[in-house]
């Protein structure tokens, strides 16, 4: 029998004007995702079809699990919108399954079909006691929920329900650059922008000789596992040694991770307007440590006026590990190769910054000159989906 995947866009279907562009482009989302299978797309405003190759279904559903936009799906059987065909299919397809009570629930989209909803259903319901033997009708909690959805030249059957992962389609928003560190927050706070429809580029600021290419390569397959959500992730890798060298020379100790990020926000701004996005996104959380303390936050933002966005400000430790395990990020992040704030961090760092204080401390410097230098050596890696760009940057690396 023919089956179908039958998606419903759940949050999507909120975007009342917006909505052909969200359904347009999780439409060409999926169809990237899926283009080494033998399928075909048809969709309107409330549903998409995924037609397959019967062998293909496991491999689809696993792809299709890191698609943001899909709410819901179901794996339907096809049939011709005619009375007999669907009540045919329906005993077909039940008779393959164990089960005491049912219900059937009809959806007619199709009005020029000669029965209606709830009559169609009480008829098939009908049909089905008299064909199966052992079942009874349960209308407040049946184990199996018939579902019968009658369209104008096929009509679908499902009674089962998987949970897509919800969010928005990546690219009905515009381009964001996230701060990548090789931590726990950075990876998780750059998954949950994507899942509002950010497409997301990101960014790490190296220190090397103070850090290693074990750590650069950490972030790079932290990467590879973001742009499973996406298309392709471009990460642009900032040398930040020298900053980071004069700032440790010339500024307060106490100061010094105050300083620093400022300069990095500093650089992102530039980044993000050379890049045409529009926000930074970063795995800072409110109280995780001395630079997150919303007056440190404060000062630190001070430095630019892009929108900064903190997806993860505001969960515990155990909940953004939860994420990173879910997404698999976890076992990468815990690599124990230091990153450039945890090299150059001082034993007793500032919790409540003040900004005269920060700026007289950034007098000290040509930071504008160091900062044009830094924005002139970007080295940018374009990571694809199918990571077929690999060998030619492991080679440049
Ligand atoms: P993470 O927060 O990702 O677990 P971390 O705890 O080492 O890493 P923090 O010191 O908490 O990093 O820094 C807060 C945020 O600043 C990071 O989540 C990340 O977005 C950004 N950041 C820190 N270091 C870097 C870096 N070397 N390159 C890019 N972004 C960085
Ligand atoms: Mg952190």
């Known amino acids: 029998m023919n089956r179908v995947i039958l998606i419903k866009y759940g949050e999507l279907t909120t975007k009342k004007g917006n909505r052909s562009f969200f359904v347009k482009t999780l439409k060409n989302n999926i169809e990237h995702k899926l283009m080494d299978f033998d399928i075909s797309i048809v969709y309107d405003n409330s549903r998409m079809y995924i ?7 496991e491999g689809i559903r696993n792809i299709i699990s890191k698609v943001f936009g899909i709410h819901m799906y179901h794996i339907a059987y096809i049939c011709d919108t005619n009375k007999d065909s669907i009540f045919a299919t329906c005993l077909q397809v039940l008779r393959e399954n164990i089960f005491c009570t049912f219900k059937v629930e009809t959806k007619r ?26 079942i009874r009708v349960d209308v407040h909690q049946p184990e199996v929920l018939v579902h019968v959805e009658i369209r104008d030249k096929n009509s679908f059957i499902y009674f089962n329900a998987y949970k897509g992962i919800g969010g928005y389609p990546v690219g009905t928003q515009p381009r964001a650059l996230l701060m990548l560190s090789g931590g726990l927050d950075s990876p998780v706070a750059g998954y949950l922008s994507m899942k509002r429809g950010i497409k997301m580029d990101a960014v790490y600021f190296e220190a090397i000789p103070h850090t290693s290419l074990d750590a650069r390569n950490k972030v790079i397959d932290l990467v590879k596992k973001l742009v499973a959500y996406t298309d392709c992730i471009h990460l642009h890798i900032v040398n930040f040694t020298p900053i980071q060298e004069e700032i440790y020379k010339t500024c307060d100790s106490h100061y010094v991770i105050t300083i620093m990020r400022r300069m990095m926000y500093r650089i992102m701004e530039e980044l993000c307007k050379k890049n045409k996005a529009y926000a930074i996104i970063n795995g800072e959380s409110i109280g995780q440590v001395a630079s997150q303390t919303l007056i440190s936050m404060h000062t630190i933002n ?14 515990d430790k155990l909940e953004i590990i939860d994420i990173a395990k879910k997404i698999d990020t976890y076992d990468i992040s815990i690599l124990p190769y230091e990153d450039c704030c945890t090299v150059f961090v001082p034993k007793h760092p500032v919790i409540h910054p003040s900004i005269s204080y920060s700026v007289l401390m950034e007098e000290k410097f040509d930071y504008d000159r160091m900062i044009r230098d830094a924005l002139s050596n970007v080295y940018t890696i374009k990571i694809k989906d199918d990571f077929s760009l690999n060998n030619e940057f492991k080679n440049l690396l």
């Open 109 to 134: 989209s199709y009005k020029s079909f000669p029965y209606g909803s709830l009559d169609f259903s009480r008829m098939l319901g009908g049909y089905l006691l008299k064909n199966i033997s052992n």
């Open 302 to 315: 001070h430095v630019t006026s892009f929108p900064v966005i903190r997806p993860v400000a505001c969960l």
């Open 51 to 57: 037609y397959f190759l019967d062998q293909d279904l």
